[in-house]
């Protein structure tokens, strides 16, 4: 059975923040790339969500979806969800990569 995917606002304001950056400083190719390469990546959490590694945080998981962009997420098994947290820009600093965002 397939995980159902849930997206949280963070996630949700988090990648639209990766597409108005690569929109406005790329070409509409790394767009289509990053596009392509979440879709994937969440496909795959929909079939095996424990496919990737935990983190520093528990119950936490990190999916590397390009080298510069990051998923984290939590998978809730009595229900078969995987919940999307925040896509994270792997240049940043790490010690801030659970801090919530301010809205």
Same mark, same amino acid.
């Given at each position: 059975?397939?995980?159902?995917?849930?997206?949280?606002? %963070?996630?949700?304001?988090?990648?639209?923040?990766?597409?108005?950056?690569?929109?406005?400083?790329?070409?509409?190719?790394?767009?289509?790339?990053?596009?392509?390469?979440? %879709?994937?990546?969440?496909?795959?959490?929909?079939?095996?969500?424990?496919?990737?590694?935990?983190?520093?945080? %528990?119950?936490?998981?990190?999916?590397?979806?390009?080298?510069?962009?990051?998923?984290?997420?939590?998978?809730? %098994?009595?229900?078969?969800?995987?919940?999307?947290?925040?896509?994270?820009?792997?240049?940043?600093?790490?010690?801030?990569?659970?801090?919530?965002?301010?809205?």
């Amino acid at each position: 059975m397939a995980y159902k995917i849930i997206w949280s606002p %963070e996630a949700i304001d988090t990648f639209d923040a990766i597409i108005k950056y690569l929109s406005e400083n790329w070409s509409e190719r790394e767009v289509s790339n990053f596009l392509d390469d979440s %879709e994937h990546t969440i496909f795959l959490l929909e079939k095996n969500p424990f496919l990737f590694r935990g983190s520093t945080k %528990e119950s936490v998981h990190e999916a590397l979806i390009t080298k510069h962009n990051l998923l984290l997420y939590q998978i809730v %098994e009595n229900s078969k969800r995987v919940e999307l947290i925040s896509f994270w820009d792997t240049r940043q600093n790490p010690k801030r990569k659970f801090l919530k965002k301010k809205r």
